[in-house]
């Protein structure tokens, strides 16, 4: 609303798998469920999904809080999930939930990024071998917090997040053979790669990748930026004497 009184323009940059479950979460309201969002209280993301339909929706922060849970009609209850959570702490919370509720259903599809679940399944190769795992994320990214429970849930003797190499304690390496390296969902490629450059200069120099899956999603640009290609790519086929078609050129 203020970008609009500035007459600024303005891009939609929310995750599609967020806006996902957002357009779950109305549509549940509408028809009239209680929505059981398991997440943690206070999250950005819980934030968000919860103002979509504040009274239908209430919290359920992990299998210790579902006794507190009390619904109007047990016959419709549904869960949903914030995406960046572990996929076996949700899941555990969910087994209790059916086990209070057993009519409760599912979402069409699993809410969790898949993003998310690909690093944790990962991580857990990575944590039986590794006698040190490294996150690279910020200590407000959930998934990256996620991921340092998950390394040493798997077997890493240590594990530890941090924003950028300069971060990373010397005394980590201690009696260290093995580095895992991770990062979450949404950290640039090059802070995983200065991780790795100053690994390499104190004696880690062979890397070993770990694949858990085959990503081949691909999510198109925010509409406000594909209307903004094409109208570039206009102006620029009427400057040179084009048709003015409006698509956009193959390198956008």
């Keep these: 609303e203020e970008a609009a009184r500035g007459r600024l323009a303005t ?3 929310t995750c599609p798998l967020v806006t996902k479950v957002h357009k779950e ?6 028809e009239d469920y209680d929505i059981l969002l398991i997440g943690h209280e206070g999250h950005e993301e819980v934030i968000g999904t919860s103002g979509e339909a504040p009274d239908h929706i209430q919290l359920v922060d992990g299998p210790e809080d579902v006794a507190k849970v009390e ?11 914030q995406t960046t959570l572990s996929v076996d702490e ?22 969790i990024c898949y993003a998310t679940q ?3 399944l990962a991580v857990k190769q990575m944590g039986a071998e590794a006698d040190l795992v490294i996150v690279v994320g910020s200590r407000n990214s959930s998934n990256s917090v996620r991921l340092v429970e998950v390394a040493k849930l798997a077997g890493a003797r240590d594990a530890h997040l941090v924003d ?7 005394s980590w390496l201690e009696g260290v053979s093995t580095v895992g390296v991770t990062s979450g969902a949404s950290v640039p490629e090059v802070l995983v790669e200065q991780v790795l450059e100053w690994l390499a200069q104190r004696g880690f120099e062979d890397v070993e ?19 903004d290609l094409r109208e570039e ?12 078609s409006g698509e956009a050129p193959a390198s956008a």
């Design 11 to 13: 891009i939609d940059a």
């Design 164 to 170: 950028f190499a300069d971060e990373i304690d010397e």
């Design 25 to 30: 979460a109305v549509r549940f309201a509408q």
């Design 71 to 81: 619904v109007r009609d047990p016959s419709k209850v549904v869960w949903l999930s």
């Design 209 to 227: 990748i770990v694949k858990a899956a085959e990503e081949s999603i691909i999510f198109s640009l925010p509409k406000e930026l594909r209307r």
């Design 233 to 244: 790519a206009a102006t620029l086929a009427a400057q040179r004497g084009g048709t003015g």
């Design 118 to 120: 690909n690093r944790q």
């Design 90 to 111: 949700t899941m555990e919370t969910v087994d209790a939930l059916k086990d209070k509720f057993p009519q409760l259903i599912s979402p069409p599809s699993d809410d």
